[in-house]
C-alpha cells in the first residue's frame, strides 16, 4: 500500500519563483535608477539564485524554475549568470556611463 502523497500549499510552489523575481525586480530597478552596471550584477545573482534553488529543491518543489532536468538547469542558470556579471563588470563607460 502506498502512502498518500503530500499536496504542497499552492503559495509554497512559486516561492522559488518569486524569490528569484523579486530579485530580478530590484536589478531592473537598479538599472532605470541609471545604476546599470549594479542592476546587471544583481539579475545576475538573481540566476545563481536559481541554479542554488534548483540544485537543492526535488522537481515538485521547484516550481516554475524548473525547466529541463536538473543538471542542466543548474549548468544553464548558473551559465547565464557568470556571463551577465562578467559582461556587466567589463563594460567600460558607455552611454549611462557608471
Sequence with gaps: MSTPHRRRHPVLVHLPFGMVLAVVAL??????????RQGTVLIGIALFLAAGLRALLTDEQAGLILIRGRGVDVLTYSAFGACMIL????????PLGN
Design 27 to 36: 536589478g531592473l530597478f537598479r538599472i532605470v535608477l541609471y545604476h546599470w
Design 87 to 94: 559582461v556587466a563588470m567589463t563594460i567600460e563607460g558607455g
